[in-house]
């Protein structure tokens, strides 16, 4: 305000005393007497005196009032006050004073406000907005939440750290308002939702961090408008799109953040073109693509290049090498090709290289051991090959070597320990390293991590170990090293001194010992305890039970013996229990339902017995349950069902018995249940319908009964169903289609009838899986049933059968049946006299074996029982526990077509009974193994005729021909009686609906083949009787069709044609026939009449060779016409 004019009151001296913006004027009339203007003068000098002061501190008074009532409400949105600020922060005390509160001198008012980490926890009040005079505000390193309010008032503001609290919401826009922001950081919070274009209007902005929050879309554009900005941190967010070229343009820039989001796109061309002053530079964690195609120039300030875990591919730039000034170079788990460039050893400053999982091949350049200041190595999981550079072994100050699965070869230098004496970390494991353990690695003294595991070591492990004090972790895993003492596990009595051991691998060294007892002198930091494959022997040690702290221990695949120790129970934080294939027997005792913490027990492969302890159902923990191939009986305890976190229950194969509880559909986490290879009884309980996360499934080979049950359709991810070898009665239900994922279905071996269902899954399902039912109709056509009976009106009309029907109606029948019998007598005594005899067998009851009783009659499937080998599998000679010999073929899945091969011979054997065929006793199929239990056939020999007879039988004697396809002498048996048996139909071809050829890509074995069937495919009948043409040929010359001695001009048959035109030539094997023998001439008269026979069988034209009836009928000829002389 502005005096424009003086004021006149008449004569009297008036003097007004204006307050103008905490100014004081005062005003005079201009003609007044002297003596008036003195004491005009002196009123206002007092006014001037008495009233600005007290106007002055008025106004300051009000105005810290304004920033104390702020800090007062801030202070009453917190939930628990710290005592400090309980105490400090009252109106006793001045703002000024409080604790965090930091005024300024020139206006009295709050310019700083620091509560970082004082443990508050609260909200921010809208009022924190009133201190405008407050240029930074640090509020981090607490628990407030809620959302920021706006703060476009403080336009003073400078410095702004919320970070490490729990603030969410989205970030508000108005930090874009802020004209002398510099620094924001609200890292370490929950922030979500898109970053506000707006903030990029603080043009001063010089550092911003969002680290850490829930950050959501695109980094914006407008990020280039910062052209002063140093530092942005945006790692851990869930950014994604492309990162802006923009930001490339920011000159000021030093460190750029932006690992752990889901950007994309690829890096640019020239990564320091306008960022000369880039020192950190973090992408990884990201799915960028695409090369590093920049050639790093002007970039000789970066420290810290970061681009691991992304999809980058290509070749590593040579360029690389001109970053000088790189201390962390990071380029690991992504797709790159070639080789590591030697380059990187001009990196003279560097000191963390990591090239992890990067696929890269090539040896490891020399060059690397000019990097004399490395600390950290790491090139695991690549393929390099070739021996480590003996100059990385010089570099003094290395801490840290990974070099674990690769191709390494060679050796470690005996003197290692001296060269790397600050070496913390040696991992080399899963190389091909050899030689021996170095015993100077005692020297590197402050080793924590040892890792040498699935190496070629040879030799001892060094008790010198032993002496490492600081060593965490010790793998040496292996199949090539010993421990130094045949009796026992030396090396854990030498590692008594290693007081904070807590990892300890010893798999697969070889020890045929014991654990010592010294193993309780790890009691005390022992947590992980591996020895499987070791050949220990003996007892487990009681003492194991002192390891409190173990929370895994592996002691499989040994030779352990006798009964768990009692001492079990003190292994309070046991999370991991494996002791499978051993030979521990006696029960499972109550005592391990004290181990609440178990989630993985594995006691599989023993001979523990008696019965489960019904207190199972308090190791509530339990994720994977496996008792398999124990001896275990009685009844499965109801408290199973309280195993909630179940995913994997295996009891197959023991003697469990009685009904499977109902509570076993409690376990709604398990995806898979095997119950197989017991006597469960009863029926199927209806509660697994709630079994919805299940997909395996097995109650295979027990004793189960009633219907199938409809609820399995509710079990939606069900994708293997194995009910074979029960008493289920009555029919599929046609609901199961509904079962999508399903993949593996077997209700083979049952009473089950009825339609098959022809949709869904069905359509993927081969004949094994129905096999020997009491009539199964319909389903797909590739199972080629019968069609199913229609349920017509007319059908249903003869249930109304008036009362004197069901006396006639038995009677008819009776006389009915008596005609057809009548006419089958009269219909085989005729056939019989045609053609040849079928022998058929009556049906046998199929024993139930199982794979662990096929085991143990074949010696582990041993080469000593090995019978012979084909192209689908092996034949072994078994005997079972009562003494029965058997012939088990099993099928090798890991070759393409095996399983195809073992539908196909289910598929032929499930109807077809012959005398002169192998009679198969059981089969043996799960997941992962399929076997064929067959008749035994001790005679290594041949009979021709019964394999004609055999053949007669297959192409005639069925409703659908049946092609062999693979013929041949090994395919044909002798059983003690001396009859042949014709067996291996593990490519045989069904011909149906009237068809007399087939077409195949499935090829059987060269030399017995027919030309049609190796060139195009084509089989037919005539396939068969090519292969037995060649089978006589071989059995009577002794000359095998891909003996060296044939060509593809003249093999085999054309040999035999040549030979019977000139009949002074060696046709006959000399081992059929002796010089003394007075029926030599009539025998060598037989062979050539079969041989004559052979020739006619192996013409080139299918059409034109003669049929396996008139083979038979031939050799029957030659037979009596030999006999009768």
């Keep these: 305000m502005r005096l424009q004019h003086y004021i006149y009151y008449g004569i009297w001296p008036v003097c007004f005393v204006i307050r103008v913006k905490n100014l004081v004027f005062a005003y005079l009339p201009c003609n007044f007497s002297p003596f008036l203007m003195d004491i005009s003068v002196f009123l206002f000098h007092l006014v001037l005196l008495l009233g600005l002061p007290t106007a002055s501190i008025a106004h300051i008074k009000r105005t810290i009032q304004t920033d104390q009532s702020a800090l007062f409400a801030l202070k009453s949105?917190?939930?628990?006050?710290?005592?400090?600020?309980?105490?400090?922060?009252?109106?006793?005390v001045s703002v000024c004073n409080w604790i965090g509160v930091t005024c300024?001198?020139?206006?009295?008012?709050?310019?700083?406000?620091?509560?970082?980490?004082?443990?508050?926890?609260?909200?921010?009040?809208?009022?924190?907005?009133?201190?405008?005079?407050?240029?930074?505000?640090?509020?981090?390193g607490n628990n407030f939440q809620g959302n920021l309010p706006m703060l476009v008032h403080l336009r003073r503001l400078k410095y702004i750290s919320l970070a490490n609290n729990n603030f969410g919401g989205e970030v508000p826009s108005g930090f874009g308002s802020l004209p002398n922001l510099q620094a924001l950081d609200l890292s370490n919070n929950s922030f979500t939702g898109a970053i506000p274009t707006s903030l990029f209007n603080a043009s001063k902005l010089e550092s911003i961090s969002f680290m850490s929050n829930q950050l959501q879309g695109n980094?914006?554009?407008?990020?280039?408008?910062?052209?002063?900005?140093?530092v942005l941190s945006m790692a851990n967010n869930q950014l994604t799109g492309l990162i802006p070229l923009t930001l490339f343009n920011i000159s000021s820039l030093q460190i750029v953040n932006l690992r752990n989001n889901t950007l994309s796109g690829d890096l640019p061309v020239n990564l320091c073109s306008k960022l000369s002053r880039l020192h950190g530079y973090y992408l990884a964690y990201n799915t960028l693509s695409g090369q590093i195609l920049s050639r790093f120039d002007n970039c000789s300030e970066l420290e810290e290049l970061s681009l691991n875990d992304n999809d980058l591919n290509g070749t590593l730039p040579r360029e690389i090498g001109n970053l000088t000034m790189l201390k962390l170079l990071s380029l690991g788990q992504n797709k790159f090709a070639g080789g590591i460039p030697a380059e990187i050893g001009n990196l003279q400053n560097l000191e963390c290289l990591d090239i992890e999982g990067c696929a890269l091949s090539g040896t490891i350049p020399k060059e690397i051991g000019n990097l004399q200041k490395l600390n950290m190595l790491n090139f695991a999981l690549n393929t390099l090959s070739g021996q480590v550079p003996v100059t990385i072994y010089n570099i003094s100050t290395m801490t840290f070597i990974r070099l674990t699965g690769n191709k390494l070869s060679g050796s470690l230098p005996h003197s290692i320990g001296h060269l790397?004496?600050?070496?913390?970390?040696?991992?080399?494991?899963?190389n091909y390293l050899t030689g021996v353990i170095p015993d100077s690695i005692s020297n590197m003294t402050k080793l924590v991590i040892l890792e040498l595991s699935m190496n070629r070591f040879t030799g001892s492990i060094p008790r010198s170990l032993g002496s490492l004090n600081l060593l965490e972790t010790l793998d040496v895993a292996g199949y090539y090293l010993a421990t130094g003492s045949p009796k026992e596990l030396s090396i854990i009595s030498s590692l008594a001194n290693c007081k904070s051991l807590r990892v300890l691998i010893l798999d697969g060294v070889s020890v045929k010992g014991t654990i010592p007892p010294t193993i309780a002198n790890l009691s005390n930091s022992l947590e992980v305890f591996l020895v499987s494959t070791c050949e220990l022997e003996g007892s487990i040690p009681p003492e194991i039970g002192n390891l409190s702290r173990l929370t895994g221990m592996d002691l499989s695949s040994n030779h352990f013996t006798g009964q768990l120790p009692l001492a079990f129970q003190g292994l309070s934080n046991i999370q991991a229990l494996e002791l499978q294939n051993n030979r521990i027997s006696g029960a499972i005792s109550p005592n391990f339902c004290n181990l609440r913490s178990l989630t993985l027990l594995d006691l599989s492969q023993n001979k523990f017995s008696g019965q489960l302890p019904e207190c199972l159902g308090n190791m509530s923990s339990l994720g994977k349950l496996n008792l398999s191939?124990?001896?275990?009986?009685?009844?499965?305890?109801?408290?199973?069902?309280?195993?909630?976190?179940?995913?994997n229950l295996d009891v197959h194969s023991n003697a469990f018995g009685g009904f499977i509880p109902q509570e076993i559909g409690n376990l709604l986490a398990a995806i898979s249940i095997d119950l197989s290879w017991n006597k469960f009884s009863g029926n199927i309980p209806t509660t697994v319908g709630n079994l919805q996360n299940l997909i395996n499934f097995s109650l295979a080979h027990n004793e189960i009964q009633g219907s199938f049950p409809e609820i399995v359709r509710k079990m939606?991810?069900?994708?293997?169903?194995?009910?074979?070898?029960?008493n289920l009665t009555g029919e599929i239900p046609a609901s199961l289609v509904s079962l999508l994922q399903l993949q593996h279905f077997n209700v083979s071996f049952n009473h089950l009838h009825g339609k098959i269902p022809e949709n869904g899954s069905f359509l993927n399902f081969t004949i094994e899986s129905f096999i020997s039912n009491e009539g199964f109709c319909g389903g797909p056509a590739h199972l080629r049933l019968l069609p199913c009976p229609n349920n017509s009106p007319q059908a249903s009309r003869t249930k109304r059968f008036p009362r004197f029907a069901y006396i006639l109606l038995p009677t008819a029948l009776t006389v009915f049946a008596v005609i057809i019998f009548e006419l089958v007598l009269i219909m085989a005594q005729h056939r019989s006299r045609n053609r040849a005899q079928t022998n058929p067998l009556p049906p046998t009851t199929h024993e139930r074996i199982s794979y662990y009783d096929l085991v143990h009659a074949t010696n582990d499937f041993g080469e000593n029982n090995l019978i012979a080998s084909g192209s689908y599998g092996s034949v072994y000679k078994g005997v079972l526990r009562d003494g029965s010999i058997l012939a088990i073929k099993v099928f090798n899945l890991q070759v393409e077509g095996a399983f195809k091969s073992f539908d196909a011979e289910c598929e032929v054997l499930r109807n077809?009974?012959?005398?002169?065929?192998?009679?198969?006793?059981?089969?043996?199929?799960?997941?992962?193994?399929?076997?064929?239990v067959l008749e035994y056939m001790p005679m290594e020999a041949l009979k021709v005729i019964d394999v004609a007879t055999a053949l007669d039988y297959l192409h005639h004697g069925h409703s659908s021909p049946i092609v062999h396809c693979d013929l041949k002498p090994s395919n044909v048996l002798l059983d003690q009686a001396m009859t042949g048996h014709v067996g291996d139909f593990g490519i045989a071809k069904l011909l149906s609906g009237g068809e007399s050829k087939a077409i195949t890509n499935t090829l059987a074995t060269i030399g017995y083949i027919a030309p049609e069937y190796g060139s195009e495919g084509k089989v037919s009948r005539s396939c068969d009787v090519y292969s037995f043409g060649i089978l006589l040929m071989e059995t009577f010359s002794r000359k095998k069709p891909t003996d060296v001695m044939f060509t593809e001009d003249c093999g085999l048959k054309d040999w035999v044609r040549h030979l019977l035109q000139n009949p002074e030539l060696d046709l006959v094997d000399h081992n059929l026939i002796t010089p003394s023998d007075a029926n030599s001439t009539k025998i060598v008269q037989c062979i050539f009449k079969i041989m004559e026979m052979a020739v006619t069988c192996t013409v080139e034209s299918p059409e034109e060779r003669i049929d396996v009836t008139d083979a038979l009928n031939e050799l029957k000829n030659i037979k009596h016409e030999f006999l009768s002389k």
């Design 104 to 140: 300024s001198s020139r206006h009295h008012r709050v310019v700083s406000l620091n509560l970082s980490y004082l443990g508050l926890q609260g909200s921010i009040p809208p009022e924190i907005g009133n201190l405008s005079f407050v240029n930074s505000i640090d509020l981090s």
């Design 420 to 430: 790397l004496p600050n070496l913390e970390t040696l991992n080399v494991a899963h």
């Design 629 to 647: 191939s124990n001896g275990l009986n009685s009844t499965m305890p109801a408290s199973v069902g309280s195993l909630k976190d179940l995913l």
């Design 219 to 230: 980094i914006p554009q407008e990020i280039g408008n910062l052209g002063n900005l140093k």
């Design 912 to 932: 077809i009974r012959h005398r002169n065929l192998v009679k198969v006793i059981s089969s043996c199929s799960n997941h992962d193994f399929r076997a064929l």
């Design 716 to 726: 939606v991810n069900l994708e293997s169903l194995d009910l074979s070898q029960n």
């Design 77 to 92: 949105q917190l939930f628990h006050s710290s005592n400090l600020l309980r105490k400090n922060w009252t109106a006793n």
